[in-house]
């Protein structure tokens, strides 16, 4: 890195994290499109799964290209700058938004799935750009803390994208005739796209500080992959990604199912709101959790606060009587005991958050009503943590290899892309309750990643988190 003096840089990570409330806002958008367009295009699950796989492919295309492109020709950030990159990024992803004009007018899945890639190329430059950008915003020790807080906001757009995104395709901009219309994306996608050109502006005229890195002599080949950790990092980060984006993924129509809670799309939005606020929750109390520089007694005081002030957003958000939504508090009180438990030790606390996640899937196939409501739910906040605590030891010790491990570990995003489509074809099959043990099974990989790092990283501080989903 340059010998650029780091100042006050409130300013330019204030600015870097409403882009993150964005990236997460519009990117959970997707939980919202799924059961639309599987109702407006008659389509079976496999085939309205298709929206994650032309989404987060894009991530694996994107981030093999930046990949090849770095590899041959030098690192493109480096060259051009972190600013230039940001806006890079989003200005493709506004383009993504644009595309849905063409797709809505002329009624194809297919223009769909092709503004859904272009998006998703764009996220992919994002996350690239700048979760790495935040990391420099600051002394290094106190990274991981950054970033985490900014994946929070990320987590509140996620939060608040099925009641707002929801009500805006569901509601306002519905058919007139009660029915389901394509033109129905058509508005709320413009205004995305013209928030995130305002938010490109923003970045523009907003002084940011200039990082630049040292030209490092790339490693040739593939001798990354000598690295056990980063070898199992990397199919961690694949099955977690496809786990949490097939859980949220189906909600809405697992929650729809009569034996279940028999939810309507109104209703059951607010349920998957919940289970994106968990994670919210979760980053913001593993920001803290990540602190070094107070007492164990303080930090958990402060956990409690922030973990039940979180919770009252939410609350205040979804719209729901509190006896509704009162059963949270009780994965509020687990979570808060795994992260005590887990004392910041990335390995431990993933160890614990998986074996959790593993037990409310198991619940929410063999049970019926509230019990699988709630059990399914309740995954949200135990992913919180989960994407930053394996990337932290999946490029443990890698050294000179390690900007190589990083593009590698993006890639396994692809993740997201494969897994719904899989669950959706399992759900056609033997039906979207019992179709959960993909997600089931992508826990316990990342389980088992966790018991390994345990014994191969035993004094492991979790002080270099370096990116989030």
């Given at each position: 890195?340059?010998?650029?003096?780091?100042?006050?840089?409130?300013?330019?990570?204030?600015?870097?994290?409403?882009?993150?409330?964005?990236?997460?806002?519009?990117?959970?958008?997707?939980?919202?499109?799924?059961?639309?367009?599987?109702e407006l295009f008659q389509l079976t699950f496999f085939k309205s799964m298709l929206v994650q796989f032309a989404f987060f492919g894009a991530?694996?295309?994107?981030?093999?290209?930046?990949?090849?492109?770095?590899?041959?020709?030098?690192?493109p950030v480096n060259k051009v700058g972190y600013k230039k990159?940001?806006?890079?990024?989003?200005?493709?992803?506004?383009?993504?938004c644009v595309l849905f004009l063409p797709a809505a007018t002329f009624g194809m899945y297919g223009l769909f799935l092709s503004a859904l890639f272009v998006l998703g190329l764009g996220f992919t430059v994002l996350q690239i750009t700048a979760n790495a950008y935040v990391s420099l915003l600051g002394p290094?020790?106190?990274?991981?803390?950054?970033?985490?807080?900014?994946?929070?906001?990320?987590?509140?757009?996620?939060?608040?994208?099925?009641?707002?995104?929801?009500?805006?395709?569901?509601?306002?901009?519905?058919?007139?005739?009660?029915?389901?219309?394509?033109?129905?994306?058509?508005?709320?996608?413009?205004?995305f796209a013209g928030i995130l050109v305002l938010v490109a502006l923003l970045i523009w005229r907003v002084k940011l500080p200039n990082f630049a890195q040292d030209e490092e002599n790339q490693p040739k080949g593939l001798g990354v992959l000598q690295f056990p950790q980063l070898k199992r990092g990397i199919l961690s980060v694949f099955c977690y990604v496809g786990g949490e984006v097939a859980v949220g993924s189906f909600m809405i129509s697992f929650l729809g199912l009569q034996d279940i809670a028999g939810l309507h799309e109104n209703e059951a939005k607010k349920y998957l709101a919940i289970?994106?606020?968990?994670?919210?929750?979760?980053?913001?109390?593993?920001?803290?959790?990540?602190?070094h520089t107070m007492s164990q007694a303080r930090k958990a005081a402060y956990m409690l606060v922030t973990a039940l002030a979180v919770f009252g957003v939410i609350y205040l958000l979804v719209g729901?009587?509190?006896?509704?939504?009162?059963?949270?508090?009780?994965?509020?009180?687990?979570n808060f005991v795994g992260f005590l438990v887990?004392?910041?030790?990335?390995?431990?606390?993933?160890?614990?958050?998986?074996?959790?996640?593993?037990?409310?899937?198991?619940?929410?196939?063999?049970?019926?009503?509230?019990?699988?409501?709630?059990?399914?739910?309740?995954?949200?906040?135990?992913?919180?943590?989960?994407?930053?605590?394996?990337?932290?030891?999946?490029?443990?010790?890698?050294?000179?290899?390690?900007?190589?491990?990083?593009?590698?570990?993006?890639?396994?995003?692809?993740?997201?892309?494969?897994?719904?489509?899989?669950?959706?074809?399992?759900?056609?099959?033997?039906?979207?309750?019992?179709?959960?043990?993909?997600?089931?099974?992508?826990?316990?990989?990342?389980?088992?990643?966790?018991?390994?790092?345990?014994?191969?990283?035993k004094n492991l501080e979790m002080t270099s988190v370096k990116s989030g989903h």
């Open positions: 890195m340059n010998n650029h003096k780091k100042g006050n840089n409130a300013i330019p990570l204030i600015t870097i994290t409403l882009l993150f409330f964005m990236w997460g806002f519009i990117t959970c958008m997707n939980d919202i499109l799924i059961p639309y367009l599987k991530y694996f295309i994107g981030s093999l290209i930046y990949f090849i492109i770095s590899y041959y020709n030098g690192d990159g940001i806006i890079f990024g989003i200005i493709l992803s506004a383009l993504g290094e020790d106190s990274a991981s803390s950054r970033l985490n807080l900014t994946q929070a906001f990320n987590s509140f757009g996620t939060t608040i994208a099925p009641i707002l995104g929801g009500h805006l395709i569901f509601e306002l901009f519905k058919d007139p005739g009660g029915g389901f219309s394509a033109a129905a994306t058509r508005i709320p996608y413009l205004i289970y994106w606020g968990g994670a919210m929750i979760g980053r913001f109390v593993g920001a803290i959790s990540l602190s729901m009587p509190f006896e509704q939504i009162s059963f949270f508090l009780i994965f509020i009180a687990l887990g004392r910041s030790a990335p390995a431990r606390t993933l160890v614990i958050f998986s074996l959790v996640n593993m037990f409310l899937l198991a619940s929410a196939i063999i049970n019926k009503g509230e019990i699988a409501m709630f059990s399914i739910v309740g995954i949200g906040i135990f992913n919180s943590i989960m994407f930053s605590n394996i990337y932290t030891l999946a490029i443990a010790k890698l050294g000179t290899y390690t900007s190589q491990g990083s593009s590698l570990l993006v890639m396994a995003i692809l993740g997201g892309a494969i897994m719904p489509v899989i669950q959706g074809a399992l759900a056609d099959a033997i039906g979207v309750q019992y179709a959960l043990v993909v997600p089931l099974l992508c826990y316990a990989v990342v389980l088992n990643f966790g018991f390994y790092c345990m014994k191969r990283f």
